[in-house]
Protein backbone atom coordinates (compact mmCIF):
# COMPACT_ATOMS: atom_id res chain seq x y z
CA UNK A 1 0.00 0.00 0.00
CA UNK A 2 2.93 1.97 0.99
CA UNK A 3 4.59 1.65 -2.04
CA UNK A 4 1.87 2.15 -4.41
CA UNK A 5 1.10 5.19 -2.78
CA UNK A 6 4.63 6.70 -3.23
CA UNK A 7 4.36 5.20 -7.02
CA UNK A 8 1.43 7.15 -7.55
CA UNK A 9 2.60 10.86 -5.76
CA UNK A 10 5.30 9.72 -8.19
CA UNK A 11 3.65 9.78 -11.23
CA UNK A 12 1.93 13.02 -9.78
CA UNK A 13 4.96 14.70 -9.54
CA UNK A 14 5.79 13.91 -13.11
CA UNK A 15 2.75 14.78 -14.78
CA UNK A 16 2.82 17.93 -13.01
CA UNK A 17 6.73 18.52 -14.16
CA UNK A 18 5.71 17.65 -17.73
CA UNK A 19 2.80 19.61 -17.33
CA UNK A 20 4.85 22.69 -16.44
CA UNK A 21 6.86 21.56 -19.51
CA UNK A 22 4.40 22.17 -21.52
CA UNK A 23 3.13 25.21 -20.44
CA UNK A 24 6.56 26.59 -20.01
CA UNK A 25 6.55 29.71 -21.89
CA UNK A 26 8.19 33.43 -22.45
CA UNK A 27 7.20 36.82 -21.50
CA UNK A 28 9.03 39.16 -24.14
CA UNK A 29 9.02 42.73 -23.09
CA UNK A 30 9.99 45.20 -26.17
CA UNK A 31 12.49 47.65 -23.92
CA UNK A 32 12.92 50.84 -25.75
CA UNK A 33 15.11 53.58 -24.37
CA UNK A 34 18.33 55.87 -25.15
CA UNK A 35 21.65 54.13 -25.02
CA UNK A 36 23.23 56.65 -27.48
CA UNK A 37 22.14 60.47 -28.11
CA UNK A 38 20.59 63.19 -26.04
CA UNK A 39 20.56 61.42 -22.68
CA UNK A 40 22.08 58.32 -23.92
CA UNK A 41 23.80 57.52 -20.37
CA UNK A 42 20.59 57.37 -18.88
CA UNK A 43 19.40 54.12 -20.61
CA UNK A 44 21.56 51.87 -18.65
CA UNK A 45 19.27 53.45 -15.37
CA UNK A 46 16.56 52.27 -16.90
CA UNK A 47 17.70 48.35 -17.97
CA UNK A 48 19.50 47.98 -14.54
CA UNK A 49 16.58 48.63 -12.62
CA UNK A 50 14.06 46.20 -15.00
CA UNK A 51 16.69 43.57 -14.35
CA UNK A 52 17.29 43.67 -10.91
CA UNK A 53 13.89 43.62 -10.53
CA UNK A 54 13.39 40.84 -12.52
CA UNK A 55 16.43 38.91 -10.59
CA UNK A 56 14.69 39.64 -6.86
CA UNK A 57 11.50 38.70 -7.96
CA UNK A 58 11.27 35.99 -10.56
CA UNK A 59 11.01 33.56 -8.03
CA UNK A 60 7.77 34.50 -7.58
CA UNK A 61 6.56 33.88 -11.22
CA UNK A 62 3.85 31.14 -11.74
CA UNK A 63 6.49 27.87 -12.45
CA UNK A 64 7.78 27.71 -16.06
CA UNK A 65 7.37 31.15 -16.93
CA UNK A 66 10.65 33.07 -18.19
CA UNK A 67 10.77 36.50 -19.05
CA UNK A 68 12.69 38.15 -22.39
CA UNK A 69 13.55 41.48 -22.47
CA UNK A 70 14.83 42.28 -25.96
CA UNK A 71 16.32 45.88 -25.50
CA UNK A 72 16.69 48.54 -28.31
CA UNK A 73 18.36 51.98 -28.83
CA UNK A 74 15.53 55.33 -29.50
CA UNK A 75 19.01 56.93 -30.18
CA UNK A 76 17.50 59.85 -28.09
CA UNK A 77 13.99 62.13 -29.22
CA UNK A 78 14.12 60.49 -32.17
CA UNK A 79 10.23 59.52 -33.02
CA UNK A 80 10.78 58.07 -36.32
CA UNK A 81 13.09 55.73 -34.74
CA UNK A 82 11.10 54.69 -32.02
CA UNK A 83 8.52 54.12 -34.38
CA UNK A 84 10.36 51.61 -36.58
CA UNK A 85 12.19 49.92 -33.47
CA UNK A 86 8.40 49.38 -32.12
CA UNK A 87 7.10 48.04 -35.16
CA UNK A 88 10.26 45.68 -35.46
CA UNK A 89 9.36 44.59 -31.78
CA UNK A 90 5.75 43.83 -32.21
CA UNK A 91 5.81 42.21 -35.80
CA UNK A 92 9.17 40.19 -35.67
CA UNK A 93 9.80 39.56 -32.04
CA UNK A 94 6.02 39.41 -31.20
CA UNK A 95 6.62 40.47 -27.72
CA UNK A 96 3.74 40.41 -25.29
CA UNK A 97 4.68 44.32 -23.65
CA UNK A 98 6.42 47.36 -24.68
CA UNK A 99 8.36 49.53 -22.31
CA UNK A 100 10.73 51.90 -21.40
CA UNK A 101 10.96 55.49 -23.18
CA UNK A 102 12.69 58.40 -22.09
CA UNK A 103 11.41 60.85 -24.67
CA UNK A 104 7.81 62.22 -25.12
CA UNK A 105 7.83 62.46 -29.32
CA UNK A 106 9.20 58.34 -29.10
CA UNK A 107 6.55 57.45 -26.60
CA UNK A 108 3.59 59.64 -28.92
CA UNK A 109 4.65 58.04 -31.64
CA UNK A 110 4.54 54.64 -30.43
CA UNK A 111 1.07 55.06 -28.86
CA UNK A 112 -0.94 54.39 -32.11
CA UNK A 113 1.20 51.28 -32.51
CA UNK A 114 0.57 49.97 -29.14
CA UNK A 115 -3.22 50.25 -30.26
CA UNK A 116 -3.40 48.88 -33.34
CA UNK A 117 -1.29 45.49 -32.83
CA UNK A 118 -3.41 45.65 -28.62
CA UNK A 119 0.17 45.35 -27.07
CA UNK A 120 0.49 46.84 -23.53
CA UNK A 121 2.73 49.60 -23.13
CA UNK A 122 4.04 50.61 -20.00
CA UNK A 123 5.92 54.12 -20.01
CA UNK A 124 8.61 54.20 -17.17
CA UNK A 125 9.94 57.59 -18.08
CA UNK A 126 8.12 59.52 -20.77
CA UNK A 127 6.38 62.65 -18.77
CA UNK A 128 4.24 64.60 -20.98
CA UNK A 129 0.32 64.49 -19.60
CA UNK A 130 -1.10 63.71 -22.86
CA UNK A 131 0.79 60.86 -23.94
CA UNK A 132 -1.53 58.48 -21.68
CA UNK A 133 -4.50 59.49 -23.76
CA UNK A 134 -2.90 58.55 -26.90
CA UNK A 135 -3.62 54.93 -26.53
CA UNK A 136 -5.94 52.72 -24.06
CA UNK A 137 -3.34 50.39 -24.03
CA UNK A 138 -0.87 52.46 -22.41
CA UNK A 139 -0.06 52.67 -18.42
CA UNK A 140 2.64 55.08 -16.81
CA UNK A 141 4.56 54.08 -14.05
CA UNK A 142 6.73 57.24 -13.88
CA UNK A 143 4.91 60.70 -13.63
CA UNK A 144 3.71 63.40 -15.43
CA UNK A 145 5.78 67.19 -15.34
CA UNK A 146 2.24 68.51 -14.30
CA UNK A 147 2.51 66.49 -10.83
CA UNK A 148 5.54 68.02 -10.09
CA UNK A 149 5.53 71.41 -11.61
CA UNK A 150 2.25 72.36 -10.73
CA UNK A 151 2.50 71.93 -6.54
CA UNK A 152 6.18 73.72 -7.11
CA UNK A 153 4.02 76.63 -8.45
CA UNK A 154 1.48 76.65 -5.55
CA UNK A 155 4.60 76.37 -2.77
CA UNK A 156 6.57 79.03 -4.67
CA UNK A 157 3.67 81.29 -4.70
CA UNK A 158 3.99 81.74 -1.04
CA UNK A 159 7.56 82.31 -1.11
CA UNK A 160 8.16 84.78 -4.18
CA UNK A 161 6.48 87.59 -5.62
CA UNK A 162 7.73 86.93 -9.50
CA UNK A 163 9.35 84.39 -11.29
CA UNK A 164 11.04 83.49 -14.35
CA UNK A 165 10.19 80.64 -16.63
CA UNK A 166 13.11 78.61 -18.61
CA UNK A 167 11.95 75.52 -20.22
CA UNK A 168 12.94 73.19 -23.25
CA UNK A 169 10.87 73.69 -26.04
CA UNK A 170 9.02 70.08 -26.21
CA UNK A 171 5.97 68.31 -24.86
CA UNK A 172 7.00 68.16 -21.06
CA UNK A 173 8.83 71.62 -20.95
CA UNK A 174 5.49 73.08 -22.15
CA UNK A 175 3.74 70.93 -19.95
CA UNK A 176 6.03 72.22 -16.71
CA UNK A 177 5.50 75.82 -17.95
CA UNK A 178 2.14 75.91 -18.09
CA UNK A 179 1.60 73.78 -14.73
CA UNK A 180 3.82 76.09 -12.60
CA UNK A 181 2.55 79.38 -14.10
CA UNK A 182 -0.79 78.33 -13.79
CA UNK A 183 -0.27 77.53 -9.69
CA UNK A 184 2.15 80.52 -9.56
CA UNK A 185 -0.60 83.24 -11.13
CA UNK A 186 -2.99 81.43 -8.88
CA UNK A 187 -1.58 81.77 -5.91
CA UNK A 188 -0.86 85.80 -6.28
CA UNK A 189 2.84 84.97 -7.92
CA UNK A 190 3.52 87.13 -11.29
CA UNK A 191 5.62 85.06 -14.27
CA UNK A 192 7.62 88.13 -15.49
CA UNK A 193 8.62 86.29 -18.79
CA UNK A 194 9.29 83.06 -19.93
CA UNK A 195 11.45 81.68 -22.49
CA UNK A 196 11.42 78.42 -24.53
CA UNK A 197 14.87 76.68 -25.30
CA UNK A 198 16.07 74.66 -28.24
CA UNK A 199 16.11 70.87 -26.62
CA UNK A 200 19.60 70.33 -27.93
CA UNK A 201 22.76 72.47 -27.57
CA UNK A 202 21.15 76.09 -26.29
CA UNK A 203 23.21 78.91 -25.91
CA UNK A 204 22.98 78.73 -22.40
CA UNK A 205 24.86 82.01 -21.70
CA UNK A 206 22.78 84.16 -23.67
CA UNK A 207 19.66 82.67 -21.86
CA UNK A 208 21.28 83.27 -18.12
CA UNK A 209 21.72 86.87 -18.98
CA UNK A 210 18.83 87.61 -20.25
CA UNK A 211 16.52 85.78 -16.81
CA UNK A 212 19.52 88.43 -14.82
CA UNK A 213 18.62 91.49 -16.55
CA UNK A 214 15.02 90.65 -15.75
CA UNK A 215 15.29 90.51 -12.21
CA UNK A 216 12.99 88.00 -10.89
CA UNK A 217 12.85 86.39 -7.68
CA UNK A 218 13.10 82.74 -8.79
CA UNK A 219 13.82 81.17 -12.20
CA UNK A 220 11.94 77.82 -12.69
CA UNK A 221 13.45 75.40 -14.80
CA UNK A 222 12.69 72.31 -16.51
CA UNK A 223 15.31 70.42 -19.09
CA UNK A 224 15.37 66.61 -19.55
CA UNK A 225 17.18 65.58 -17.10
CA UNK A 226 20.57 64.41 -17.42
CA UNK A 227 23.75 66.39 -18.96
CA UNK A 228 21.64 69.19 -19.94
CA UNK A 229 21.02 69.51 -15.45
CA UNK A 230 24.25 70.08 -15.06
CA UNK A 231 25.05 73.08 -17.88
CA UNK A 232 21.77 74.56 -16.33
CA UNK A 233 23.48 74.68 -13.18
CA UNK A 234 27.27 75.79 -14.52
CA UNK A 235 25.79 78.69 -16.71
CA UNK A 236 23.32 79.69 -13.55
CA UNK A 237 26.10 80.25 -11.75
CA UNK A 238 29.42 81.19 -14.48
CA UNK A 239 26.25 84.05 -15.29
CA UNK A 240 25.92 85.18 -11.54
CA UNK A 241 22.61 84.34 -10.84
CA UNK A 242 23.09 82.89 -7.49
CA UNK A 243 24.77 85.74 -6.81
CA UNK A 244 22.03 88.27 -8.01
CA UNK A 245 20.12 86.62 -5.41
CA UNK A 246 17.92 84.64 -7.68
CA UNK A 247 16.73 81.39 -6.46
CA UNK A 248 16.88 78.55 -9.06
CA UNK A 249 13.74 76.09 -8.88
CA UNK A 250 11.99 73.10 -10.97
CA UNK A 251 10.86 69.67 -11.51
CA UNK A 252 13.65 67.20 -9.67
CA UNK A 253 14.44 66.54 -12.98
CA UNK A 254 16.98 69.85 -12.41
CA UNK A 255 18.90 68.16 -9.55
CA UNK A 256 18.95 64.41 -10.89
CA UNK A 257 20.88 62.22 -8.48
CA UNK A 258 23.62 61.03 -11.11
CA UNK A 259 24.11 64.36 -12.03
CA UNK A 260 24.73 65.61 -8.27
CA UNK A 261 28.14 65.02 -7.96
CA UNK A 262 28.93 66.57 -11.54
CA UNK A 263 27.29 70.10 -10.52
CA UNK A 264 29.59 70.71 -7.63
CA UNK A 265 28.48 72.99 -4.77
CA UNK A 266 26.50 75.92 -7.15
CA UNK A 267 23.34 72.78 -6.81
CA UNK A 268 23.23 73.75 -3.21
CA UNK A 269 20.05 75.31 -1.64
CA UNK A 270 18.05 74.64 -5.17
CA UNK A 271 14.67 73.77 -4.55
CA UNK A 272 12.51 71.29 -6.35
CA UNK A 273 9.44 69.18 -5.87
CA UNK A 274 9.81 65.74 -7.31
CA UNK A 275 8.09 61.74 -6.59
CA UNK A 276 11.42 60.36 -5.17
CA UNK A 277 14.90 61.24 -4.05
CA UNK A 278 17.57 58.85 -2.97
CA UNK A 279 18.05 60.54 0.29
CA UNK A 280 14.36 59.75 1.02
CA UNK A 281 14.53 57.34 4.60
CA UNK A 282 11.39 55.14 3.59
CA UNK A 283 12.49 51.71 4.29
CA UNK A 284 11.77 50.32 0.93
CA UNK A 285 13.74 53.09 -0.60
CA UNK A 286 17.08 52.00 1.59
CA UNK A 287 16.18 48.80 0.31
CA UNK A 288 16.23 49.18 -3.34
CA UNK A 289 19.08 51.78 -2.90
CA UNK A 290 20.98 48.92 -1.14
CA UNK A 291 20.08 46.28 -3.54
CA UNK A 292 21.29 48.57 -6.34
CA UNK A 293 25.06 49.34 -4.76
CA UNK A 294 25.11 45.74 -4.26
CA UNK A 295 24.21 44.62 -7.87
CA UNK A 296 26.07 47.77 -9.58
CA UNK A 297 28.92 48.89 -6.78
CA UNK A 298 28.81 50.69 -3.57
CA UNK A 299 29.42 54.40 -5.67
CA UNK A 300 26.05 53.31 -7.90
CA UNK A 301 22.96 55.26 -7.26
CA UNK A 302 20.08 54.78 -8.94
CA UNK A 303 17.94 57.98 -10.42
CA UNK A 304 14.59 58.90 -11.18
CA UNK A 305 14.29 56.64 -14.03
CA UNK A 306 15.69 53.55 -12.39
CA UNK A 307 12.44 54.31 -9.94
CA UNK A 308 9.77 54.38 -12.56
CA UNK A 309 11.60 51.20 -14.68
CA UNK A 310 11.64 49.24 -11.42
CA UNK A 311 7.97 49.99 -10.95
CA UNK A 312 6.98 49.27 -13.46
CA UNK A 313 8.21 46.15 -13.87
CA UNK A 314 6.54 45.43 -10.44
CA UNK A 315 3.75 46.45 -12.58
CA UNK A 316 4.32 44.09 -15.14
CA UNK A 317 4.93 41.18 -12.85
CA UNK A 318 1.47 41.93 -11.25
CA UNK A 319 -0.60 41.28 -14.86
CA UNK A 320 1.98 37.68 -15.40
CA UNK A 321 1.15 36.44 -12.28
CA UNK A 322 -2.58 37.17 -12.09
CA UNK A 323 -2.91 35.91 -15.24
CA UNK A 324 -0.31 32.74 -14.52
CA UNK A 325 2.36 33.50 -17.02
CA UNK A 326 -0.66 33.74 -20.10
CA UNK A 327 -1.08 37.52 -21.05
CA UNK A 328 -4.31 38.64 -22.72
CA UNK A 329 -3.78 42.30 -23.63
CA UNK A 330 -7.05 43.33 -22.46
CA UNK A 331 -6.80 41.81 -18.81
CA UNK A 332 -3.57 42.69 -18.71
CA UNK A 333 -4.52 46.47 -18.84
CA UNK A 334 -7.96 45.93 -16.56
CA UNK A 335 -4.96 44.58 -13.77
CA UNK A 336 -2.98 47.83 -14.68
CA UNK A 337 -5.95 49.68 -13.62
CA UNK A 338 -6.86 48.42 -10.82
CA UNK A 339 -2.75 47.89 -8.97
CA UNK A 340 -1.90 49.51 -6.11
CA UNK A 341 1.46 48.83 -4.97
CA UNK A 342 3.03 50.31 -1.38
CA UNK A 343 6.73 48.90 -1.73
CA UNK A 344 7.42 51.76 -4.14
CA UNK A 345 10.65 53.59 -3.44
CA UNK A 346 8.87 56.63 -3.74
CA UNK A 347 6.14 55.18 -1.09
CA UNK A 348 2.71 54.18 -1.73
CA UNK A 349 1.37 54.16 -5.36
CA UNK A 350 -1.56 53.21 -7.53
CA UNK A 351 -2.22 52.92 -11.29
CA UNK A 352 -5.14 55.58 -11.74
CA UNK A 353 -8.12 53.66 -13.47
CA UNK A 354 -9.55 56.29 -15.32
CA UNK A 355 -6.30 57.84 -16.92
CA UNK A 356 -3.87 54.58 -16.24
CA UNK A 357 -1.15 57.23 -14.98
CA UNK A 358 0.56 56.93 -11.84
CA UNK A 359 -1.12 58.46 -8.71
CA UNK A 360 1.89 58.88 -6.23
CA UNK A 361 3.36 60.98 -3.58
CA UNK A 362 4.99 64.55 -4.29
CA UNK A 363 7.76 65.88 -2.09
CA UNK A 364 9.35 69.04 -1.48
CA UNK A 365 13.04 68.83 -1.62
CA UNK A 366 16.32 71.01 -1.04
CA UNK A 367 19.46 70.12 -2.42
CA UNK A 368 22.10 69.95 1.05
CA UNK A 369 25.28 67.89 1.80
CA UNK A 370 24.60 64.81 3.64
CA UNK A 371 28.00 63.10 4.88
CA UNK A 372 30.17 64.99 2.49
CA UNK A 373 27.78 64.44 -0.74
CA UNK A 374 25.03 66.60 -2.63
CA UNK A 375 21.93 64.89 -1.93
CA UNK A 376 18.07 65.91 -2.78
CA UNK A 377 16.87 65.76 0.86
CA UNK A 378 12.86 65.62 1.12
CA UNK A 379 11.91 68.24 3.49
CA UNK A 380 8.30 68.04 2.94
CA UNK A 381 5.67 65.73 1.51
CA UNK A 382 3.07 68.27 -0.28
CA UNK A 383 0.58 65.30 -1.50
CA UNK A 384 0.63 61.47 -1.06
CA UNK A 385 -1.75 60.34 -3.76
CA UNK A 386 -1.26 63.34 -5.93
CA UNK A 387 -3.28 62.50 -9.57
CA UNK A 388 -2.02 63.91 -13.39
CA UNK A 389 -3.48 67.86 -12.01
CA UNK A 390 -3.92 68.47 -15.64
CA UNK A 391 -6.02 65.56 -16.24
CA UNK A 392 -7.97 66.87 -13.34
CA UNK A 393 -8.37 70.42 -14.34
CA UNK A 394 -9.62 69.05 -17.74
CA UNK A 395 -12.44 67.00 -16.07
CA UNK A 396 -13.35 70.45 -14.37
CA UNK A 397 -14.12 72.10 -17.66
C1 LIG B 1 10.11 63.50 -21.70
O1 LIG B 1 10.52 63.56 -22.87
O2 LIG B 1 8.90 63.30 -21.45
C2 LIG B 1 11.07 63.70 -20.58
C3 LIG B 1 12.43 63.58 -20.79
C4 LIG B 1 13.31 63.78 -19.71
C5 LIG B 1 12.82 64.13 -18.47
C6 LIG B 1 11.45 64.25 -18.27
C7 LIG B 1 10.57 64.04 -19.32
O3 LIG B 1 13.66 64.39 -17.45
Given at each position: MKVFKSITIAALALSAAGASVCSAQTIKIGFITSYSGLNGNLGPYMERAVRLYIKEH???????VKIELITRDD???NPDKAKQLAQELIV?????LLAGVIFTPNALAIAPLATEAKVPFVIMNAGTAVISTRSPYIARTSFTLWQSSYPLGEWAAKKFKSAYTLVSDFGPGHDAEEAFSKAFAGGGGKVIDKVRVPLQNPDWAAYMQRVKDAKPDALMVFIPAGKTATAVMKNFSDLGLDKAGIKLIGPGDITTEEELPNM??????VTTVFH???????PANKAFIAAWKKEFGPGETPNFLSVGSWDGTALIFEAIKRQKGKLDPDKTMEIFKGWKFADSPRGPISIDPETRDIIQPEYLREVRKVNGQLANV??????TAVKDPWKELQKKK
Open positions: EKELPRGTGPRERVNGDVALGWSAAGDRELETLG
